[in-house]
Each structure stands twice: as C-alpha cells, then as structure tokens.
C-alpha cells in the first residue's frame, strides 16, 4: 500500500492512532505516514465556498493618475485669484441691502452655488444680518414681501442658523386653507418655495403642504412646457425636482451650476471667471491629495493581494472631496479617503467573502487590537489587519506628535463597534434571520460606516473637543440618511450578491406591504430624519464642530446623490465616471 510522509513537528506520537502505519519512528522523528485511504479523505475535503460579488476593476491606473499635472498652479494665477475677490466683495455690499435686499440675497445665493462663498464668509454673514432685522425679525411687513425674495431669505437664513418661523407663509393659503391658485404663475417664487420647504423641522405642516403643492405644480408645468423660454430657469427646475439642493453635495452642485449660470441671461461674467477659476485651483490641490494617496493606496497592495474586494480609491476620493472640498482641508479630505477606503474591503470581506468563524476570529482580533493574534486568521484576513492596523497605527502616531493627543483608545472602540456591527450583520444572513425594522436600523447604522468615519477623522484632524450630545445626534441623523438612501440603490444587487435583507426588505416582511410601497416608506424616512436633522445642525455654534458636522451631512448628501437609481459606487457607470472626470480631472473653461 503506498503512503505519503507528513511533517507535523507539533503533535505527539507515542502512540500510533488506528489507520496510520508506523515504520522507524525513531528514524524519521515526528513523521507519519498515511494510508492511502486517508489522503484521498484529506484530498477531496470540500474547498471553502466564498461568494462573490463580481466587482469590475478600477478605472483609474496608478500610472496614469500620477501623471497627473494641473497648469492653475502657481502665483500668477493666486494675483488674479486675488483680483477677482477683491472685485466681488464690493458687490456684497451693505448698501444694497435696504434698496434691493432681493438682489443681495440672489448675490449670496449664487456665490455659494457656484462654490466660491468660503471666500467672503465676513461679507455674507453682514448681509444676511442686516437683512434678517430689516425683513425678517420685525416680522410685521412679511405678508408684502414678494414670495421669491421670502422664500430665498427663508431658506438662506435658516442654513446660516437663523430661526425664522414658517408661519410667514400663512399668506400663500386661501380663507378655505388651500394654497392659493394664485402662487403657480410665480414660477421663479415656486421654484424658491420648494426648496425652502425642505429647511422643514418636525412639526411645520404648511412647510409640507408648501413641497407638495410646488412639486406637483413644477412638475406639471415642466411636462407641458409652461415653465417660460429661458433655458436656464427650465434647468433648474427640471434639477430641483431631481434632487433638491439642500440634499446635493455642495461640490458636485458647483461643477453643474457653472454651466447652468453661464446660460443664464443676467450672469454676471465677474463671478463666471472667479468661479472657474477657483475650481481649477482646488481641482489641482485635490490632484495633488490623490497622487499621494495613490502611492499610499498602491503601497497597501490591497488592490492585487485582496482581488475580491472593491478597488475604488478614486471613488473613495470623491466622497471625501464632496466632504470636504476647501482647500484647507487637505489633511482631513486625505484621512476621510483612507478610512474609506478601508472600510470597503472590510465591508466586502464580512458582507462577502469570509466565513462565519473566519469573521468571528477577525472582529476578536480587531477587538483586542493585538498584532500577535493575526496567526490565528487566514493568510487574506492578515494582509487586512496588518495593512488597517498599520495605517491607523500611523495616523494616531501623527495626531500624538501634532497634537500631543494619544487617541488610539478612542480609535480602537469606534472600529470594535463597527466590526461588531458588520458580525451581527454576517449572523442574520447566515442564519437565515430578517431582523425587523428597528432592529436593522439600530445596527446597520453602525455598519453604514458613518460614525466610524466621523470620530477617526475628528481624532485625526481636530485638537477640539465637539459638545457630544449635539454630534451624536447629528451624526445618528446622517447614518440614517446615508443609510436609506445605500438601501434604495443597492438592496437589489446586494441581495443577489449573498448579503442581509435591507431595510425595505425588513419593513416588507414585517408589514407585508409591497416593494413599491416599502420603497415610499423609506423616502419618507429620509425626509423625516432630515428634519431632525436640520434641527440639530442649527444647535451648534462651535466652528471647528461645524466643519465634521458639514462633513457629515454632505456624507449623507453624497449617498443620495451617488445611489438615485443603482450602485454606481461597486460598479461606476457613465454618468458616474463623468462625475469623477469633472471633479478630478478635468479644468472649467
């Protein structure tokens, strides 16, 4: 009977199991040799069945976005920078506000959608004072007010914390409580109504009844081409009921409403040059964030080591710029796009590819936080923890040479309580559970990723301390956003792919209702929760808070938008990748 010799240096055998033929044990060690029933037992052991979710590969080489070179760089082009801003600022000028406070706020407005607004913060903040306590606080004259420039003023001072009340809209209804007939011929005002609607709190019913009314209106006329000649008003109507602004990530509003305000009759060419301008300048700083973080990302190896999973540091980019697309906030943007970028493989590798026990071993170890215990996981789950391990490790290390912050503690929780998160996930599939609703939601607004993204790069980026009370609320607001929105756009291919029901499978099979009625239920969610948390953006004053707080919001803001219709994000289309080419690669001219 032939056999094989086995090396096992750790075992004892002293004595011989039944089936194994021993032959000079002395001679050759601790060897043994098996029959030859037993080799064809180890041999055809079923192989681990992992699933797979077909990722296409990314789009973008190494190669070519180090080649990557921007000509708005440099001196001259800051002078004319320079120039231009000192131009604008003498059109936001105070004395306009009494004699045309309309024409002030329109300025504000447009300054802050063609994404130059960061630059006269003072200057804004002076007008929309004076018109708040000129048109607004007194609250006496309102019923005059045009519905254009109440609209506009509503929805401009509430985003910059004001509280104005909703009831200066009791005028657009009839004795009967109908909105009058009347508000329809104002496309310009109705167009401005709907988008003030959605600065809502809970409790502002004539605010709701306002949205529906406009939109159904807007929509009407926009189908029987009653909305007027000029093409630029039909496109932002037509945008609007896409999406409404306050739901876009301000960055990816900027590159469309360049071209939208260059259509515009009464553009003003001033704003026109700093605005390509500007954008051509942070284009190249972002440029100069990828290029290291593609050396950074292609030094990790994870692209070619872990080929399962999503190769999307492009992507992973974009939402950090739609983030935080400043120019000062390169450090925060680059951190943002590593911790995302992690996050996506451990996401692939517990919603796809790991077995149960392997995902237990890797959340302990994870939890422990321990580079010893790596020898109990796969040869994949080590390359994982070592390379996350490792850039972590080097970011606390940054912020406790920088800051004198050791942070590691605060670190180690938030991705303990994500991997645990992403486990419970990993149980309910392979056990065949559906959660309900609640219980869904409570977890996988943990697992969406959010508040994980949030502290590191508050721990990472900021030697201040956010009033804990307000982000945590601001931040629950966010996940949830951000995580209805993933569910209406991936739900479909997740579930082909292998992964837990979500949330509008939980609420159908806790309600029985149907998929196009639970789809309605989570869009009502979203709107709802944006209440709650427009109220809470309103409740912090502390600057540093506000810029994760903003980075929050826009997170959820950019799921939307990413997820109107499919994954684009596992697997970039067109229109995506047109998106990533205006963002990063190609200049405004």
């Given amino acids: 009977m032939s056999s094989i010799c086995l090396s096992c240096p750790g075992l004892d055998f002293s004595r011989p199991s039944p089936g194994i033929k021993t032959r000079n044990m002395a001679k050759h060690g601790k060897q043994i040799y098996l029959t030859q029933p037993i080799i064809a037992a180890i041999t055809t052991r079923t192989p681990t069945v992992r699933r797979s979710a077909n990722y296409p590969p990314s789009l973008w080489s190494y190669d070519y976005l180090q080649s990557l070179t921007n000509n708005y760089m440099g001196k001259n082009y800051e002078t004319v920078s320079h120039i231009l801003k000192e131009k604008v600022r003498t059109l936001i000028s105070e004395d306009t506000v009494v004699d045309n406070p309309l024409s002030t706020l329109e300025l504000v407005d447009d300054l802050q959608r063609l994404g130059i607004s960061y630059h006269f913060k003072e200057e804004i903040n002076s007008v929309l004072k ?33 509280h104005i009340p909703h009831e200066i809209f009791e005028d657009i209804k009839d004795e009967m409580g109908n909105i009058k007939a009347s508000v329809q011929e104002d496309i310009v005002g109705m167009l401005n109504l709907y988008e003030a609607s959605f600065l809502a709190v809970e409790d502002e019913k004539l605010l709701d009844e306002a949205r529906e009314y406009t939109s159904k209106c807007l929509k009407e006329k926009l189908e029987k081409e009653c909305i007027g000649n000029e093409e630029s008003i039909v496109m932002l109507v037509s945008h609007a009921l896409e999406l409404p602004l306050l739901w876009r990530p301000p960055r990816f509003e900027v590159i469309w409403f360049i071209e939208a305000y260059r259509r515009r009759s009464n553009m003003r060419p001033l704003l026109l040059e700093l605005a390509e301008l500007d954008f051509n300048m942070v284009q190249g700083i972002h440029q100069e964030d990828l290029k290291y973080l593609s050396r950074w990302w292609e030094g990790l190896r994870w692209n070619k080591k872990l080929d399962f999973a999503r190769d999307r540091l492009v992507e992973s980019f974009m939402w950090a710029a739609a983030a935080s697309y400043q120019p000062s906030l390169s450090v925060l943007r680059t951190n943002i796009t590593k911790l995302i970028s992690l996050i996506n493989v451990i996401d692939d ?104 993204i949030i502290s590191n790069a508050h721990f990472f980026t900021s030697s201040d301390i956010i009033e804990e009370a307000v982000s945590k609320n601001v931040i629950e607001c966010s996940s ?33 209702a149907s998929e196009e009625k639970a789809r309605e239920y989570i869009k009502s969610l979203i709107l709802e929760t944006w209440k709650k948390l427009n109220k809470e953006r309103n409740c912090v004053n502390c600057p540093s808070s506000q810029i994760l707080i903003e980075c929050a919001t826009n997170l959820g803001r950019m799921r939307q938008f990413t997820y109107q219709y499919t994954d684009v994000f596992g697997s970039p289309d067109d229109w995506y990748k047109s998106h990533e080419i205006s963002l990063v690669f190609n200049p405004k001219s």
């Fill in 130 to 162: 004076m018109i708040y306590i000129y048109y607004f606080k007194a609250n006496k004259s309102l019923n005059k007010l045009k519905l254009t420039l109440k609209a506009l003023g509503f929805r401009l001072l509430r985003q910059h914390g004001y």
């Fill in 349 to 452: 590798i517990y919603d796809v590819y790991g077995t149960m026990d392997e995902l237990e071993k890797f959340t302990d170890v994870v939890k422990r936080w321990d580079i010893n215990a790596i020898e109990e996981l796969p040869d994949y789950m080590k390359i994982c923890f070592l390379g996350f391990y490792n850039t972590i490790n080097e970011m606390a290390y940054n912020t406790l040479t920088n800051q004198e912050l050791p942070v590691i503690p605060y670190v180690k929780k938030a991705w303990a309580d994500y991997c645990d998160a992403n486990l419970v996930e990993a149980q309910w599939f392979n056990s065949g559970y559906t959660p309900t609703l609640e219980e869904y939601l409570k977890n996988s607004c943990v697992s969406i990723s959010l508040p994980l």
């Fill in 480 to 512: 949830l956003i951000l995580r209805l929105a993933d569910d209406l756009g991936t739900s479909m291919a997740e579930l082909k792919s292998g992964d837990v029901p979500k949330s509008i499978q939980c609420y159908m099979h806790e309600t029985g």
